[in-house]
């Protein structure tokens, strides 16, 4: 059985794990105040150039944006976000845990809309409503699409009129930016968000989201923020080790790349089935509409996830590659497919 | 320089490092639904005989305490603990944050007992006032003490009689179990409290707390608060694999034992040198009191806390021993601390 | 200026008044223990039967429903309301201020219906989302829409099937109650709700929600988070005092009919003026669709809200009507609306 | 049976009924925007002299002091408080409840000190811990200490040399600013503190407390964090009416005086009859140390509270005098504790 479901079945890249065992025995100073989160940090911000920005390692996708979040909302304010984005449907109510409301727009392909910012805005408008304060994406998005240089622009520029902060998700950043639709840099989302997050956990590290922050006031007292959280590791040097393995000699984006490209043959192999997808295949999720007798074959071999229900005799089923999965294994599976022909 | 200053400086022991190199490129179920965290679970509910718990493993100390006690009290609910208990002065408000009170109360010799206990309960009592719920202590406590199962079953009993749930928090917990002045086992705190937690993170693990909870009311929706709190790890079975090194072979007590002894030499050679000391010294933490020209000696070559001021012209300083410091480090040290003489 | 603004325009009905001045220097035991809101709760008790029933006085909509709601929800757990519902869009996030999600739901006719409820407990089903535990409905709706007893009796058993408490904000119960579209009795609301409200401040009282409890388990501890959210008043025997008169002689009954009725009178005209309505008007809030010239010439005399607009040339609008309004001020709309013919 | 239990057992002023008989049909704005609050404001505004202040008027104690805390913390500040402050023992978690720890300090006669203060701030010093940004303060004191104007200057002081804000509690100003031992005016308070409240609850209203904020970046959203918090009224006017009576002709002082007055003549009787105190009698709490006998003796005609016992035979009881009490209520009381001698 070949699992298809995630890009977290695996342990971690053999090289962290080979820095980890080089330092083994090598003391640390606690709390990420370590040369190896400084060596990271530095790492990470020679990619976005002279922007002054703080990087802190936190353990996880929900840690991170409910210690972003509460660092960015007062009591009564609130983040506009797409209904099925992660914080609003997959964090067991985390960002309401930090008494914050999600107000959750309907976006388009998986994406956040200048228009969806504007009427959330516009709608609340007294002190009898929460003030939306905040805006949060992510990107890749839950069904795998990208944020355009063009789209990330339009929401900073509608977020400046509006006074909100921008956060931006990156828990599968590295496939983001490995996407062939994408154009962004790690620059400019320095430039254009006020925080995001580089994930670790999802490409190469044994856990771990790099959380980038380009707003000085945010900057501030953000280790406040972790340790309030509980996200502040005693060993900090632990993840520093792992982001300084990802960002010497640019691995992080080799590993996304790799996941991209086993994605793009399984979704090739679909085009030739003649699946259609739920929405365009370009990073390591792809969504294609499956008749459900191909589905009952392909789960003998092969475990990935039901989406949802397409119609009485389709299911949107989702591939996930990862950085740890070998040609053959996506082989073995492109052949399955090519198999209904 | 050899560092003192805790027992959290360095990566991780070799096996586990090992072991999560032997499972590289393995796949995993999610979120801690895994064969290593069942394993792990498995060799810990070995040494605990045949009662019910479950076991969760979480990211680090102040996560566990924030997620136990949010399963343990309602909002108007409070916890009682030491003054100088971690989550009353050094989790930077993380009980707070989940909305209750830490009623704090004098203690004995870092110890909570059960006067304490009985006062706290017995000042609150009516809807005016916070209510009184849960117990927390931690053993090692914050200044090196141990429970006996005599102090321990005392707690219990005032527990019992006013309907208190009881955690222990074990951040330490493998520095107690192997003091010369403990007489408590695993089996022992499986009994006596409702949750206790089992620390890798200064034992030994990259990072990581086993939360044992025997407490059946509590055991029904962790999963739920873990998530909450951001504290569901997408590679659960990166911990996993940890535990399962730690506790296959008896390596987590080996460790524990090894750091023990090496702080029994400092204190012998402190005996000698006449310091005394903040508390009876019998675990990998000791305090010994020591005048500041002698400090300012081994400050050169030694790294260490100063704990608080004694006197004009004396501190009480703190070492800490840990599972990867080796004997001629702590050689270098007791033959510093031996030359005053 | 006439107002149709709201229902909580005026100060208090003159009986309140008087039964406030009649015990002006008594001396009343604090905090809701005095005989006022014994003898208050005994009047309502005696409407609802033999229902063992507590019944609590709060000061307002947004503190009883926060009060209630956090009584009802552990951390995780979230309520179900409709999207327009006051919690969801006017309270300034303070359930979420308490830590819970409130899923919201299309609804019909500003009514959460058996289904809204089935599709919000379908799609969370596992520990990475909130877990819905409670039901929140209004009595009238936010749009003066009234529930029947059989579509209250199928929500009652859609929360009895997956094991939802089931919370009815009566900031209005007064109005629905004495809507001839209702044949709900506040026996029924005991029998079928966990905790209903019957507001005060919209019905003749200086202020004042009567909170009534007929699930045990809420029960039992409700005074803790009363004080725990600042809803304990030291004077509690004023609103008792209030709620005593309301409920002596039906009074409370009387009000709102009265309101209902000049609502009624408004309605007629705009029916004889060709005005669609949002909703069918049954209680004593109704939505007219007007044009705008009518709406500008209306607005000279008369103050009213514009609820939203219909097309380019008509808006929604809202007339309250009050237990307060005089016959003669409702007249002069009425002729007011006339003479568009 | 005559009450000394304490000074919120009456109604209200007849004064005040009045004010809301006169205006019962009147139409007001919703939600404190109305004529009354506006006119209560200017009042309380002419005794503070030309500070810019904001005034707000909230329905009791806990609610202000949870609603003006959760605007001056971020989640992981602190507040600076006395061990027995209401804040600390008597509000059920309310601000816990709010995220926020209460560091309690020992406090000199019921008061806190500058002493106190610094060392709370010189104990917190990294992101390990809280951070200390207020201090809750107030007068007259738990125990019926008042604050003098040099006590608060140096508290004012020791806030602006730490950064902290200053918040005084004035559930019971009227009788500090009554009493022989004060020196401070309404406009010092502006002056000293960033916020303070001024007690209606207990000083003749039905209920309500006015929370007069200086420093304008608090001012700036408070009333976003009266609504999240439940305690932004639909009829604010309500409020405002019975501060408008209580701050037109001195009503407010007059009613402290008469209380403090009672009180006195009460403490002249406890001296002759040679009870000491648990600190000096200045204001409408007196705190004498009685015999059990003669406790008992007083309690067939008189309730009062026993506060703690002060020896085997002696307990310390509490006589609270009120604006509503008559003098020959007093008489009575005076007549039986001098029979004693």
Excluded at 35 to 57: M, P, Q, T, W
Excluded at 136 to 150: A, F, L, N, R
Excluded at 255 to 284: M, W, Y
Aim: with cysteine; hydrophobic share 40%; net charge negative.
């Amino acid at each position: 059985m070949i699992s298809f479901m995630n890009d977290y079945s695996e342990c971690a890249h053999p090289l962290i794990l080979k820095n980890l065992a080089e330092h083994c025995y090598e003391q640390n100073e606690g709390y990420g105040m370590d040369r190896h989160c400084k060596a990271a940090s530095d790492l990470i911000r020679s990619y976005i150039g002279n922007v002054e920005v703080d990087i802190h390692f936190l353990n996880g996708g929900t840690q991170a944006n409910l210690t972003v979040l509460s660092a960015m909302l007062r009591p009564f304010d609130a983040v506009i976000a797409t209904e099925r984005s992660h914080i609003n449907t997959h964090e067991t109510g985390a960002i309401e845990g930090c008494g914050h409301k999600v107000l959750s727009m309907p976006g388009e392909d998986g994406k956040l809309t200048r228009e969806d910012i504007r009427e959330a805005v516009q709608f609340h408008t007294t002190e009898h409503m929460v003030h939306p304060a905040a805006v949060y994406i992510s990107d890749t998005t839950e069904i795998g699409s990208v944020y355009t240089k063009q789209e990330l622009t339009a929401i900073r520029e509608v977020c400046n009129e509006y006074g909100l902060l921008l956060f931006l998700d990156g828990a599968r950043l590295g496939s983001a930016l490995a996407s062939s639709a994408n154009d962004l840099t790690l620059r400019d989302l320095a430039w254009l968000t006020d925080v995001f997050t580089i994930g670790g956990t999802k490409n190469g590290a044994l856990a771990g989201e790099a959380v980038v922050i380009s707003n000085s006031l945010i900057q501030k007292d953000f280790r406040f923020y972790m340790k309030h959280h509980g996200a502040l590791n005693a060993k900090g040097f632990i993840l520093g080790m792992q982001f300084e393995t990802l960002f010497r000699d640019r691995l992080y984006f080799q590993l996304a790349e790799h996941a991209n490209e086993l994605a793009e043959q399984i979704k090739d192999a679909c085009v030739s089935a003649g699946f259609p997808f739920l929405t365009r295949p370009v990073s390591n999720q792809i969504f294609p509409v499956v008749d459900n007798e191909t589905i009952k074959r392909l789960q003998k071999d092969f475990a990935f996830e039901i989406w949802e229900p397409a119609d009485d005799s389709h299911q949107i089923i989702r591939f996930v590659t990862s950085w740890a999965m070998r040609e053959e294994q996506v082989q073995k599976l492109v052949e399955a497919i090519r198999r209904k022909n």
